[in-house]
């Protein structure tokens, strides 16, 4: 199918993403209090196209927050299943930024890439689904993208629509044969003129270059054992709460937990989120507790991302949204715990003012100012 960009303006886009929820359901950056959510969408008018990131991220969509996997009955020493049969609707995803875009290709490799482990809830629901990302035309101060490469490979790789916002009006580009196709359907959107295509690949560059100010970060790549026994642990430690924003939030995180209700003889399995940071959540059923402390389950959640993930599936488990930079209630922040694991001594800082920098920004720094989006301030 032939490509090339559209474009519209502001209310040939609601026209738009109203004619589209005729064909098939939409989730949309909307208002929800004083958050933006992803949300499914009725009437294109509530849908939001102007703000930072989305409070919640795309991994409800494709993994929601608790859903059935069969249903049972009890009768006497019998017990009938009934499976749930799943048909997810087709979906357009709009609104994402290019950072979750890519977060869906690292649950695509957990969820949908596993060998002869797919698990077919996500995978219908991917399968069915049109991601769109509306291009961020400026940075906000926690932003992390670009410390994982290019905003703008991200969307091309792993997008199938990119809606960049140019002055009054928004360009799009079908990056896929599902997102041209979607691109093509009625004469709502217009061919792009050469000066609105100029003007669409000046607001990509500005993006491209704020973003690869920021400092790097790589896989870990250090051997396991002068991690596990790190000293960073048990200091960060010390002040996180627990309470599991950093994952839930995450767009990257997959732990799900697998319970049964059963009240009388009509019972039901369902899966909901879980979170490595859960005193819980690896309990045996003998009682032990292979990660007896928040040192144990802090030091999972990064290793995973940055030392087991990469090895497992050659993704790094972090696309730099910054949700869990901004809303951490304690200010733990990943990319100082990765700036003290790849120091070249492996230790606390010895003493002075090394030290009480570090104590300064690992402890005490419980109300910081947001970040510069240059990475300065993150130094």
Partial sequence: MESRTLVADETGLRRWLQATMAQRRVFAPCKEGE??????????????LDFGITRNSPREVFSPISEDILAYRLEGRAVSFAPVELQPPETLLFGIRACDAKS???TDKVFDEAGDKVDNFYALRRQNTVLAVLWC???RPWCRCGSFGSPL???????????????????????????????????????????????????????VDAAASQPPISALAQDLDSL????????????????????YLCPTCTCFDILDECPASLGRRYR??????????????????????????????ILHKFKYGPELTGLIGCVGCGRCLELCPVAIRYTE???????????????????????????????????AASGEGER
């Fill in 228 to 247: 596990w026994e790190h000293p960073v642990w048990k200091e960060v430690a010390q002040r996180c709460l627990g309470c599991g924003i950093c994952t």
């Fill in 337 to 371: 715990i990765l700036e003290r694991l790849n120091s070249p001594e492996p230790v606390a800082a010895a003493s002075g003012e090394g030290e009480q920098r570090q104590a300064g920004s690992l402890h005490h720094n419980r109300n910081p100012e947001p970040v």
């Fill in 272 to 301: 909901c989120w879980d979170t490595c940071q859960f005193a819980d959540f690896t309990v045996h059923a003998s009682g032990h507790n292979p990660r007896p402390d928040q040192a144990a389950r802090l030091r999972q959640r």
């Fill in 35 to 48: 958050f933006i959510r992803l949300k499914v969408v009725s009437d294109a008018a509530d849908v939001v």
């Fill in 104 to 106: 869906v290709a690292v």
């Fill in 137 to 139: 035309a400026s940075m």
């Fill in 153 to 207: 490979e991200a969307a091309e790789a792993h997008a199938d629509i990119l809606v960049t916002p140019i002055g009054g009006a928004f360009t799009f580009d079908g990056l896929t044969e599902k997102g041209k196709e979607l691109l093509s359907q009625g004469d709502l959107l217009s061919p792009a003129s050469e000066a609105q295509i100029a003007q669409r690949d000046a607001t990509h560059r500005r993006t």
